[in-house]
Protein backbone atom coordinates (compact mmCIF):
# COMPACT_ATOMS: atom_id res chain seq x y z
CA UNK A 1 0.00 0.00 0.00
CA UNK A 2 1.13 3.44 -0.79
CA UNK A 3 1.58 5.45 2.34
CA UNK A 4 2.60 8.59 0.43
CA UNK A 5 1.01 11.74 2.05
CA UNK A 6 -1.09 13.70 0.10
CA UNK A 7 -3.54 16.42 0.64
CA UNK A 8 -7.07 15.63 1.19
CA UNK A 9 -10.23 17.83 0.64
CA UNK A 10 -13.47 16.20 2.18
CA UNK A 11 -16.48 18.62 0.85
CA UNK A 12 -20.19 18.36 1.88
CA UNK A 13 -22.54 20.17 -0.99
CA UNK A 14 -26.01 21.00 0.66
CA UNK A 15 -28.94 22.57 -1.44
CA UNK A 16 -30.71 21.20 -4.82
CA UNK A 17 -27.57 18.71 -5.95
CA UNK A 18 -29.43 15.77 -6.15
CA UNK A 19 -31.62 14.86 -9.41
CA UNK A 20 -29.73 17.63 -11.21
CA UNK A 21 -26.92 15.33 -12.79
CA UNK A 22 -24.33 16.67 -10.07
CA UNK A 23 -22.31 13.35 -9.35
CA UNK A 24 -21.90 13.15 -13.12
CA UNK A 25 -20.61 16.89 -13.94
CA UNK A 26 -18.11 16.63 -10.78
CA UNK A 27 -16.87 13.55 -12.35
CA UNK A 28 -16.25 15.38 -15.70
CA UNK A 29 -15.02 18.21 -14.03
CA UNK A 30 -12.31 15.52 -12.14
CA UNK A 31 -11.17 14.23 -14.98
CA UNK A 32 -9.69 17.71 -16.06
CA UNK A 33 -7.57 17.67 -13.03
CA UNK A 34 -4.74 15.34 -11.50
CA UNK A 35 -6.80 13.86 -8.44
CA UNK A 36 -8.47 10.98 -7.01
CA UNK A 37 -11.40 10.23 -4.78
CA UNK A 38 -14.77 10.21 -5.40
CA UNK A 39 -18.40 11.62 -5.17
CA UNK A 40 -21.70 10.12 -3.84
CA UNK A 41 -25.47 11.49 -2.52
CA UNK A 42 -25.94 11.04 0.67
CA UNK A 43 -29.18 9.95 2.34
CA UNK A 44 -29.97 12.97 3.76
CA UNK A 45 -29.78 15.19 0.58
CA UNK A 46 -26.22 16.67 0.68
CA UNK A 47 -23.45 15.49 -1.58
CA UNK A 48 -20.56 13.98 -0.14
CA UNK A 49 -17.05 14.84 -2.75
CA UNK A 50 -13.42 13.58 -1.39
CA UNK A 51 -10.59 14.65 -3.54
CA UNK A 52 -7.08 14.01 -2.92
CA UNK A 53 -4.11 14.86 -4.47
CA UNK A 54 -1.54 18.10 -4.41
CA UNK A 55 -2.82 20.60 -2.52
CA UNK A 56 -3.33 23.07 -5.56
CA UNK A 57 -4.58 20.75 -8.03
CA UNK A 58 -7.59 19.65 -5.45
CA UNK A 59 -8.03 23.24 -4.41
CA UNK A 60 -8.32 24.16 -8.04
CA UNK A 61 -10.86 21.09 -8.55
CA UNK A 62 -13.21 21.86 -5.68
CA UNK A 63 -13.05 25.27 -6.86
CA UNK A 64 -13.89 24.77 -10.44
CA UNK A 65 -17.16 22.27 -8.95
CA UNK A 66 -18.47 24.97 -6.83
CA UNK A 67 -18.11 27.40 -9.84
CA UNK A 68 -19.83 25.01 -12.45
CA UNK A 69 -22.42 24.06 -9.96
CA UNK A 70 -22.98 26.88 -8.30
CA UNK A 71 -26.78 27.26 -9.44
CA UNK A 72 -27.45 24.13 -7.44
CA UNK A 73 -25.67 24.55 -4.08
CA UNK A 74 -26.87 26.33 -1.65
CA UNK A 75 -24.26 25.36 1.20
CA UNK A 76 -20.72 24.22 1.16
CA UNK A 77 -18.74 22.28 3.77
CA UNK A 78 -15.20 21.56 3.67
CA UNK A 79 -12.51 20.23 5.82
CA UNK A 80 -8.93 19.69 4.57
CA UNK A 81 -6.33 16.93 5.78
CA UNK A 82 -2.76 15.90 5.24
CA UNK A 83 -3.24 11.85 5.50
CA UNK A 84 -1.95 8.88 3.18
CA UNK A 85 -3.34 8.20 0.08
CA UNK A 86 -6.81 6.24 0.15
CA UNK A 87 -7.99 5.83 -3.92
CA UNK A 88 -6.74 5.70 -7.12
CA UNK A 89 -9.02 7.45 -9.73
CA UNK A 90 -12.31 9.69 -9.42
CA UNK A 91 -15.03 7.77 -9.04
CA UNK A 92 -18.89 7.66 -8.72
CA UNK A 93 -19.69 5.77 -5.23
CA UNK A 94 -23.05 3.99 -4.22
Known amino acids: ?9 EVYFSGHVQGVGFRYK ?5 REFE ?8 P ?5 MIAEGEEAEVSRFVGEVIDRMDNF ?4 ERSD ?7 QGFTIAP
Not at 81 to 87: E, G, S
Open 73 to 76: IRRT
Open 35 to 42: ISGYVRNL
Open 44 to 48: DGRVE
Open 26 to 30: TLRIA
Open 1 to 9: MDMEEVFAS
Open 81 to 87: HQRPRRY
